[in-house]
Each structure stands twice: as structure tokens, then as C-alpha cells.
């Protein structure tokens, strides 16, 4: 994944509601074997928008990890 693809996806992502952190893997290796990691709050569910993003980037070849963080 390229810088402009990598900035494209972060600046995309940051709209979710609940979205509370992102984490782009650059060898595809942290540990969870995900190449982008995210973090949503648990005070605000998990919304659709979410659930489609990382369907979507699934489906574009990567290995989405996300988990959730209090505050």
C-alpha cells in the first residue's frame, strides 16, 4: 500500500462516528497480522459506517483488525 492510498483510507476513515483511533501497519505485522487497526469507543456502538469500511477495505485485499477502547 502506497502513501497516497494509506492517507486516502486514514482521511476516509476519520468520519466514522465512534472512531476513536487508527493504526496503519506498514509491513502488515502487529502482532494481530492486520495491515490497518482500529479502534472504536464503546460508549458509541458500533455503527454501520464502520461495518462498511471495513468491508470495504476487506474486500480491497486488506486484513482489517479492530477492538474497543473505553474513552
Given at each position: 500500500?502506497?502513501?497516497?492510498n ?13 472512531l ?5 501497519c506498514?509491513?502488515?505485522?502487529n502482532g ?12 458509541e456502538g ?8 471495513i468491508?470495504?477495505?476487506e474486500?480491497g485485499?486488506?486484513?482489517?483488525g479492530?477492538?474497543?477502547r473505553?474513552?
Open positions: 500500500m502506497n502513501q497516497v494509506k492517507d486516502k483510507i486514514v482521511s476516509e476513515l476519520k468520519s466514522i462516528p465512534g476513536k483511533g487508527i493504526m496503519v506498514e509491513d502488515g505485522d494481530a497480522g492486520s495491515d490497518i487497526l482500529l479502534y472504536y469507543g464503546a460508549v458500533f455503527h454501520p459506517e464502520l461495518d462498511q469500511a468491508h470495504r477495505l474486500e485485499g486488506l486484513r482489517v479492530f477492538t474497543e473505553s474513552s
